[in-house]
């Protein structure tokens, strides 16, 4: 399964940064997803598996047309 990622996305994931933010902003789809930590500004990469399993939540959404996979539009998991 997959879910979709948009540039622009804010994510929520289930661990803190240890900076003590839970929130990234999206900013790199790919292979790897580049993620900007809200509050230290510090930037990460991680697969998108990685990424899928450490996501609890999208605090909000990005522009659909920045970048989204077309077919997969399943919603964002449960908080
Ligand atoms: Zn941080």
Do not use: Q
């Amino acid at each position: 399964m997959s879910i979709e990622i948009r540039l622009g996305d804010v994510v929520r994931l289930r661990k803190p940064h240890p900076c003590g933010g839970y929130e990234w902003d999206v900013v790199r789809l790919g292979a790897d997803i580049g993620l900007h930590c809200t509050t230290c500004r510090r930037r990460v990469l991680l697969t998108r598996r990685e990424f899928e399993k450490r996501v609890k939540t999208f605090v909000r959404r990005g522009d659909p047309a920045s970048g989204a996979a077309p077919h997969a539009n399943l919603p964002p998991p449960a908080a």
